[in-house]
């Protein structure tokens, strides 16, 4: 499976921005799916998983209510919506995969990586 992460871009505190990942293959519905992020000088952090069908997600403690994970099969894509962005949101966000109908928080459970995509926020 191959992931190509696209939607990033500069936006005002409180804005919105929506994420897609979109992958290579036929098997895309028998993997879960995560986000994560990677701001300059720290180690990457949980951002939302889902499982395979989509029934089942869990968040990061830090973006709990604000952002939403989604996926629609039928078009091999996985997205992220971001919503009352704030600065601290500021990161590289990466979208990975992993075989199974599990969802997880680690990103050693995922064996596949997007090339990550830029989001920035301004106050």
């Known amino acids: 499976v191959q992931l190509q992460a696209s939607g990033g871009g500069l936006v005002q505190a409180g804005g919105s921005l929506r994420l897609s990942c979109t992958a290579s293959?036929?098997?895309?519905?028998?993997?879960?799916m995560g986000w994560f992020r990677q701001a300059p000088g720290k180690e990457r952090e949980f951002v939302a998983a889902i499982t395979w069908s989509g029934e089942s997600t869990l968040y990061g403690d830090n973006v709990q209510d604000r952002f939403t994970i989604s996926r629609d099969n039928t078009k091999n894509t996985v997205y992220l919506q971001m919503n009352s962005l704030l600065p601290g949101d500021t990161a590289v966000y990466y979208c990975?995969?992993?075989?199974?109908?599990?969802?997880?928080?680690?990103?050693?459970?995922?064996?596949?990586w997007g090339q990550g995509t830029q989001v920035t926020v301004s106050s």
């Open positions: 293959g036929r098997t895309f519905s028998s993997y879960g």
């Open positions: 990975a995969g992993g075989y199974g109908r599990w969802v997880s928080t680690r990103s050693t459970d995922y064996g596949y």
